[in-house]
């Protein structure tokens, strides 16, 4: 059973950071790409980065230069360090691969 876990969200002001982790179990985790999404109210599901079993990442255009996604194949995990946060980054951040996704972990950016 494929199961992938994130946590790290929390409400920070304007400005700050925030680290989102997401686990994965059952997979081989070092072949499979990963991603970050996010989904805020009344909005679609979007891509926010990329990386892939070699290490190379790409960003959306909207986070690129402030957030950073990242991989330890030995502790099967996917990193997304979120920098200089801005009220639009509030959304629910999921991590998906292959036909997979996590439960969500949500991140509030607000004063």
């Known amino acids: 059973q494929v199961q992938l876990v994130e946590s790290g969200g929390g409400l920070v002001q304007p400005g700050g950071s925030l680290r989102l982790s997401c686990t994965a179990s059952?997979?081989?985790?070092?072949?499979?790409?990963m991603d970050w999404y996010r989904q805020a109210p009344g909005k679609q599901r979007e891509l926010v980065a990329r990386?892939?079993?070699?290490?190379?990442?790409n960003y959306a255009e909207s986070v690129r230069g402030r957030f950073t996604i990242s991989r330890d194949n030995a502790k099967n995990t996917v990193y997304l360090q979120m920098n200089s946060l801005k009220p639009e980054d509030t959304a629910v951040y999921y991590c998906?691969?292959?036909?997979?996704w996590g439960q969500g972990t949500q991140v509030t950016v607000s004063s």
């Open positions: 990386i892939t079993s070699r290490g190379t990442t």
């Open positions: 059952g997979i081989i985790f070092s072949i499979y790409g």
């Open positions: 998906h691969t292959d036909q997979w």
